[in-house]
């Protein structure tokens, strides 16, 4: 019994292979960059004046936020800081507590940027 002539074998496609290289290779350089830890400018005491007028330290904790060192709520921050700022251009100091992630320090910044207050300044 003859089934036909026996065909010549055929070069396995390299295609698959490559889009599949290619997606290992931008899944691990993306992994790669969410390893990092993301470190803020230092602000330094040259090249500008002093800090003047009443003080405007923002602590922000993982669950609680204060001025001054009274708790506040997020939403109220801007009004709370409504009556230590002579202009809205003045210096407002962001101090993060230890273990704080860097979302939420940018959550309290984006609030204060969106109430007005330009001039924020991240310390250690």
């Known amino acids: 019994m003859q089934f036909g002539p026996p065909r010549q074998a055929r070069r396995p496609s390299l295609t698959p292979m490559i889009d599949v290289v290619f997606l290992l290779l931008v899944f691990f350089m993306l992994a ?6 993301l470190s803020l400018p230092v602000a330094t005491g040259g090249g500008e004046t002093g ?3 009443p003080p405007r330290l923002v602590t922000v904790g993982a669950g609680t936020l204060s001025l001054n060192g009274r708790e506040t709520a997020l939403d109220a921050l801007p009004d709370a800081l409504a009556p230590l700022m002579s202009d809205p251009s003045d210096i407002v ?3 993060p507590d230890a273990g704080v992630d860097l979302q939420r ?3 309290v910044s984006d609030a204060l940027r969106a109430a007005g207050l330009g001039r924020v300044v991240v310390v250690d």
Do not use: M, N, Q, S
Request: aromatic share 14%; charged share 25%; net charge neutral.
């Open 93 to 95: 100091v962001l101090r």
């Open 105 to 107: 320090l940018i959550a």
């Open 32 to 37: 790669a960059r969410f390893g990092h830890d």
């Open 51 to 53: 800090y003047e007028g």
